[in-house]
């Protein structure tokens, strides 16, 4: 089965200062995607950044990375340089091709930048 | 460019009262999903389409719940009759096929069922 696990329910960041976004990852497929997702107050849902299990690289997307550790079955959210805007609330989330395009979220985790 | 159009954004209803909410997706996008999310079950998939056909709706709660895709560029969700406890904010996402990790998803219907 599926699971995903974000264990910080809020988080504080000094503006500029980077911070880690914990998520940890459960499944016995081998071909999977993992995905983070912010919504800010609004409640939107925006696509930051995406990793296949099988990409050589950390994906990146702009201050976005993505810190992925196959072997611990994490993928760490890391956001450089916080600006007051990535205030939100950030989700991580994951698919795996046993269960097609379904994607299954964690319960997410609330970031303040402080100014 | 548009994005995931959804209708309305905010709805309120009186318990036992038929609700529709409704979803267009990009244009040229393939997939189109449906999730609800609560304080305390955060984001569930419901329902998803591949080409107007619905592929897994193993997420729909209960029989009230039913999702159509008439065609390519329009979804409907609708609950009868609705509950209290069907309160939440439903979002409707789209992707390409080929994309299918990269989910557009609209800005939420709001429903409140007092």
């Known amino acids: 089965a599926q699971k995903i696990t974000q264990t910080q329910p809020g988080m504080f960041v000094q503006e500029k200062e980077a911070v880690t976004l914990d998520c940890t990852y459960d499944?016995?497929?081998?071909?999977?995607?993992l995905f983070w997702y912010k919504q800010p107050s609004s409640g939107e849902m925006i696509f930051l950044i995406y990793?296949?299990?099988?990409?050589?690289q950390n994906a990146t997307e702009g201050r976005y990375s993505l810190n992925f550790q196959k072997a611990r079955k994490s993928a760490n959210l890391v956001i450089s340089a916080s600006q007051l805007g990535d205030s939100a609330m950030y989700f991580c989330a994951m698919r795996d091709s046993k269960y097609g395009n379904k994607l299954v979220f964690g319960a997410g985790t609330i970031l303040r930048v402080k100014s | 460019d548009a994005g995931v159009i959804q209708s309305p954004r905010h709805e309120v209803t009186e318990m036992g009262q038929e609700v529709t909410l409704r979803c267009k997706p990009i244009?040229?996008?393939?997939?189109l999903f449906w999730y609800r999310q609560t304080m305390m079950r955060g984001l569930e998939l419901l329902i998803y389409?591949?080409?107007?056909?619905?592929?897994?709706d193993s997420g729909m709660p209960e029989d009230r719940f039913s999702a159509k895709m008439p065609n390519a560029s329009f979804s409907t969700l609708k609950i009868q009759p609705s509950e209290p406890r069907d309160s939440a904010v439903y979002f409707c996402a789209s992707s390409l096929i080929g994309r299918e990790y990269e989910q557009y998803f609209g800005p939420g219907t709001r429903l409140t069922v007092t």
């Open positions: 389409f591949n080409n107007n056909v619905p592929i897994d």
């Open positions: 499944t016995s497929d081998p071909s999977y995607g």
């Open positions: 990793q296949g299990s099988y990409d050589q």
């Open positions: 244009s040229g996008h393939d997939y």
